[in-house]
T-cell receptor
Framework: AQSVTQPDIHITVSEGASLELRCNYSYGATPYLFWYVQSPGQGLQLLLKYFSGDTLVQGIKGFEAEFKRSQSSFNLRKPSVHWSDAAEYFCAVGAPGGGADGLTFGKGTHLIIQP | SQTIHQWPATLVQPVGSPLSLECTVEGTSNPNLYWYRQAAGRGLQLLFYSVGIGQISSEVPQNLSASRPQDRQFILSSKKLLLSDSGFYLC???????????FGQGTRLTVV
């Protein structure tokens, strides 16, 4: 079965600084990979996804993520954060070959933006 | 475009009472449908998924059940709520198996 690890429970970044949120996965092959953002009391919004091809994927709100097969990682980045980026971020994997249905999520990283 | 509706947004229920949460999807047909539960600091736990009408798979044995009476309707139920059923419940749909999921706004359930 697949699993996802987000090593950082909380991250604090100054407004305007760059951001990188870490995600590592465990799966027997290349999974489908996703990043979601959640504001308090709200549902999850899809930021970006990776299925195959170019390992650097662009998403909404200026986010990008890079798939690194050798490191089993799919880290999320943003060159300059805004106060509105403060939220909970979840990395998720899906199994292209079937097996378990639904996405498997990490436990999330809480992003705090300092003025 | 596709939209997903989930209600109610918040719910406070006494222990032992029944539960019914409803989710509907518009703008697509034959979606894969999911119920997740989110506990603080524990990410999202998949409870049920459905690939078609009347087809329900359960990921975790528990006090809850799910039904899909129509193609774009997914219902989460319980006959008798437990305190441990409290949490944030999210409905989601996806166009294909194990691909991107689109979430509703969630229901905050508090069992008292």
């Amino acid at each position: 079965a697949q699993s996802v690890t987000q090593p950082d429970i909380h991250i604090t970044v100054s407004e305007g600084a760059s951001l990188e949120l870490r995600c590592n996965y465990s799966y027997g092959a290349t999974p489908y990979l996703f990043w979601y953002v959640q504001s308090p009391g709200q549902g999850l919004q899809l930021l970006l996804k990776y299925f195959s091809g170019d390992t650097l994927v662009q998403g909404i709100k200026g986010f990008e993520a890079e798939f690194k097969r050798s490191q089993s990682s799919f880290n999320l980045r943003k060159p300059s954060v805004h106060w509105s980026d403060a939220a909970e971020y979840f990395c998720a994997v899906g199994a292209p070959g079937g097996g378990a249905d639904g996405l498997t999520f990490g436990k999330g990283t809480h992003l705090i933006i300092q003025p | 475009s596709q939209t997903i509706h989930q209600w109610p947004a918040t719910l406070v229920q006494p222990v032992g009472s029944p539960l019914s949460l409803e989710c509907t999807v518009e703008g697509t047909s034959n979606p894969n449908l999911y119920w997740y539960r989110q506990a603080a600091g524990r990410g999202l736990q998949l409870l049920f998924y459905s690939v078609g009408i009347g087809q329900i798979s359960s990921e975790v044995p528990q006090n809850l059940s799910a039904s899909r009476p129509q193609d774009r309707q997914f219902i989460l139920s319980s006959k008798k709520l437990l305190l441990s059923d409290s949490g944030f419940y999210l409905c989601a749909w996806s166009p294909r198996r194990n691909t991107e999921a689109f979430f509703g706004q969630g229901t905050r359930l508090t069992v008292v």
